[in-house]
């Protein structure tokens, strides 16, 4: 069965820390992986990753994907109170059809 | 660029009921996804369309939710009666089309309650 799993499932941490999120999975035919951040509302796009060692970089965000050992980091530099929301990880499948698998997610949360 | 958009915002009804919602994608999407979000977890693919067509439902409990999207461009997603289980987030999605690859792009959501 595919699954995706986040670690850790949630952290707190202060402003101007570094942290790093985990995506692990394990799909039939994968194509891609993605990250989101989830406030108060829907799940907002950050990251698509396709290659692995490829770094994507987006202001203090950050992430790469390893596909021989079948994970995703996200990590976020200089955090800001801003940063605090749920991030998912969702992997793309491709067996038959493709569709998306998230994981449960991993709440930050940035004290000032 | 609109983004998906989605209504109502909020339900609540009470167990047996039926409720609707509705989401009209992002302009020229052929893909199109509803997710049900319970609190503390990821979103959970109910049904993905690619234009009117059903693609995946393996995840849609059948008994009591349909969804359609006649003409290849807004849905609907029923669920007759509820469930106090089936309390949770509903969000729809769309892609400019997942078979060629593009990422998914998510509606507010209706939140629904049932009591």
């Known amino acids: 069965e595919d699954k995706v799993v986040q670690s850790p499932l949630s952290l707190v941490v202060h402003e101007g820390d570094t942290v790093t999120l985990n995506c692990s999975y394990e799909v039939t035919n994968f194509r891609s992986l993605l990250w989101y951040k989830q406030e108060k509302k829907a799940p907002t796009f950050l990251f698509m990753l396709t290659s692995s060692g490829i770094e994507k970089k987006s202001g203090r965000l950050s992430s790469i994907l390893d596909k021989k050992e079948l994970f995703s980091i996200l990590n976020i530099t200089a955090t800001q109170t801003g940063d605090s929301a749920v991030y998912l990880c969702a992997v793309e499948s491709g067996a038959g059809t493709y569709k998306y698998i998230f994981g449960t997610g991993t709440r930050l949360k940035v004290l000032a | 660029e609109a983004g998906v958009a989605q209504s109502p915002r909020y339900k609540i009804i009470e167990k047996r009921q039926s409720v609707a919602f509705w989401c009209n994608p992002i302009?020229?999407?052929?893909?199109l996804y509803w997710y049900q979000q319970i609190l503390g977890q990821g979103p959970k693919l109910l049904i993905q369309?690619?234009?009117?067509?059903?693609?995946?439902d393996s995840q849609l409990p059948k008994d009591r939710f349909s969804a359609e999207r006649l003409k290849g461009v807004d849905s609907t997603l029923k669920i007759q009666p509820a469930k106090l289980e089936d309390s949770a987030v509903y969000l729809c999605?769309?892609?400019?089309?997942?078979?060629?690859?593009?990422?998914?792009?998510f509606g507010p959501g209706t939140r629904l309650t049932v009591t």
């Open positions: 302009s020229g999407h052929a893909t």
């Open positions: 369309f690619q234009n009117n067509g059903v693609v995946d």
């Open positions: 999605a769309s892609s400019l089309d997942i078979l060629l690859g593009y990422e998914q792009y």
